[in-house]
Protein backbone atom coordinates (compact mmCIF):
# COMPACT_ATOMS: atom_id res chain seq x y z
CA UNK A 1 0.00 0.00 0.00
CA UNK A 2 1.34 4.07 -0.73
CA UNK A 3 0.82 6.57 1.00
CA UNK A 4 0.61 9.79 -0.60
CA UNK A 5 0.76 13.03 2.01
CA UNK A 6 0.67 16.74 0.84
CA UNK A 7 1.39 19.19 3.45
CA UNK A 8 1.58 22.70 2.04
CA UNK A 9 -1.02 24.75 -0.26
CA UNK A 10 -1.79 28.05 1.41
CA UNK A 11 -2.89 31.65 0.32
CA UNK A 12 -0.58 33.41 -2.29
CA UNK A 13 -1.77 36.54 -4.52
CA UNK A 14 -1.20 36.91 -8.28
CA UNK A 15 2.03 36.57 -9.29
CA UNK A 16 3.33 35.02 -6.28
CA UNK A 17 5.14 31.67 -5.79
CA UNK A 18 4.28 28.67 -3.77
CA UNK A 19 5.62 25.24 -3.59
CA UNK A 20 3.81 22.31 -2.94
CA UNK A 21 5.39 19.17 -1.85
CA UNK A 22 4.26 15.34 -1.56
CA UNK A 23 5.95 12.28 0.63
CA UNK A 24 5.07 9.19 -0.55
CA UNK A 25 6.14 6.11 1.80
CA UNK A 26 4.72 2.37 2.02
CA UNK A 27 5.95 0.38 -0.66
CA UNK A 28 6.79 2.07 -4.19
CA UNK A 29 8.55 0.69 -7.22
CA UNK A 30 11.64 2.64 -9.35
CA UNK A 31 9.90 2.87 -12.21
CA UNK A 32 6.65 4.40 -10.87
CA UNK A 33 5.06 8.22 -12.35
CA UNK A 34 4.17 10.77 -9.89
CA UNK A 35 2.25 13.57 -10.97
CA UNK A 36 -0.02 16.71 -10.09
CA UNK A 37 -3.65 17.66 -10.40
CA UNK A 38 -6.26 20.01 -9.54
CA UNK A 39 -9.59 20.52 -9.53
CA UNK A 40 -11.37 23.84 -9.04
CA UNK A 41 -15.14 24.36 -7.55
CA UNK A 42 -17.71 22.85 -10.10
CA UNK A 43 -15.10 21.31 -12.78
CA UNK A 44 -13.41 18.77 -12.95
CA UNK A 45 -10.16 16.86 -12.24
CA UNK A 46 -7.49 18.58 -14.89
CA UNK A 47 -3.80 17.36 -14.67
CA UNK A 48 -0.84 19.58 -13.79
CA UNK A 49 2.33 18.12 -14.53
CA UNK A 50 3.89 14.40 -13.97
CA UNK A 51 7.42 12.96 -13.67
CA UNK A 52 8.26 9.53 -14.47
CA UNK A 53 10.80 8.25 -11.01
CA UNK A 54 13.46 6.86 -12.75
CA UNK A 55 14.25 8.83 -15.64
CA UNK A 56 13.35 12.35 -14.79
CA UNK A 57 11.16 13.18 -17.75
CA UNK A 58 8.19 15.45 -17.52
CA UNK A 59 4.98 16.20 -18.91
CA UNK A 60 3.14 19.57 -18.56
CA UNK A 61 -0.44 20.99 -19.08
CA UNK A 62 -0.18 23.91 -21.33
CA UNK A 63 -2.11 25.97 -18.94
CA UNK A 64 0.96 25.86 -16.48
CA UNK A 65 4.03 25.61 -18.80
CA UNK A 66 6.77 28.06 -18.42
CA UNK A 67 5.14 28.49 -14.98
CA UNK A 68 5.16 25.51 -13.32
CA UNK A 69 8.08 22.79 -12.80
CA UNK A 70 7.74 19.58 -11.20
CA UNK A 71 10.91 18.30 -9.67
CA UNK A 72 11.21 14.72 -7.34
CA UNK A 73 13.70 13.86 -4.65
CA UNK A 74 14.73 10.23 -4.69
CA UNK A 75 16.34 10.23 -1.25
CA UNK A 76 13.11 11.47 0.17
CA UNK A 77 10.50 9.86 -2.32
CA UNK A 78 8.93 13.10 -2.20
CA UNK A 79 8.02 15.03 -5.60
CA UNK A 80 7.92 18.90 -5.69
CA UNK A 81 5.09 21.73 -7.75
CA UNK A 82 6.86 24.71 -7.92
CA UNK A 83 4.66 27.26 -8.86
CA UNK A 84 5.69 31.20 -10.08
CA UNK A 85 3.83 33.77 -11.74
CA UNK A 86 0.31 32.22 -10.22
CA UNK A 87 -2.74 33.45 -11.50
CA UNK A 88 -6.69 33.87 -10.03
CA UNK A 89 -7.11 30.99 -12.31
CA UNK A 90 -4.64 28.64 -10.69
CA UNK A 91 -6.84 28.71 -7.37
CA UNK A 92 -8.52 24.85 -6.60
CA UNK A 93 -7.48 22.10 -4.79
CA UNK A 94 -4.27 20.19 -5.68
CA UNK A 95 -4.13 16.50 -5.69
CA UNK A 96 -0.76 14.33 -5.74
CA UNK A 97 -1.05 11.17 -7.51
CA UNK A 98 1.29 7.87 -8.37
CA UNK A 99 1.05 5.91 -11.27
CA UNK A 100 3.03 4.04 -14.21
CA UNK A 101 2.56 5.82 -17.21
CA UNK A 102 3.18 9.24 -17.93
CA UNK A 103 -0.01 10.37 -18.37
CA UNK A 104 -2.22 13.36 -18.31
CA UNK A 105 -5.39 11.20 -17.43
CA UNK A 106 -6.62 11.05 -13.61
CA UNK A 107 -7.69 6.77 -14.76
CA UNK A 108 -3.95 6.01 -15.06
CA UNK A 109 -3.17 6.88 -11.65
CA UNK A 110 -3.47 4.13 -8.91
CA UNK A 111 -2.80 6.30 -5.62
CA UNK A 112 -3.99 9.63 -4.63
CA UNK A 113 -3.55 12.13 -1.81
CA UNK A 114 -5.63 14.13 0.30
CA UNK A 115 -5.40 17.17 -1.42
CA UNK A 116 -4.20 20.70 -0.52
CA UNK A 117 -5.83 24.11 -1.28
CA UNK A 118 -4.12 26.55 -3.00
CA UNK A 119 -5.94 29.96 -3.30
CA UNK A 120 -4.25 32.86 -5.44
CA UNK A 121 -5.92 36.22 -4.54
CA UNK A 122 -6.21 39.14 -7.78
Known amino acids: QVQLVEPGGGLVQAGGSLRLSCAASGRTFSDHVKGWFRQAPGKEREFVAAVRWSFGTTRYADSVKGRFTISRDNTKNTVYLQMNSLKPEDTAVYYC???????????????WGQGTQVTVSS
Open 97 to 111: AMGTVLSGRPQTYEY
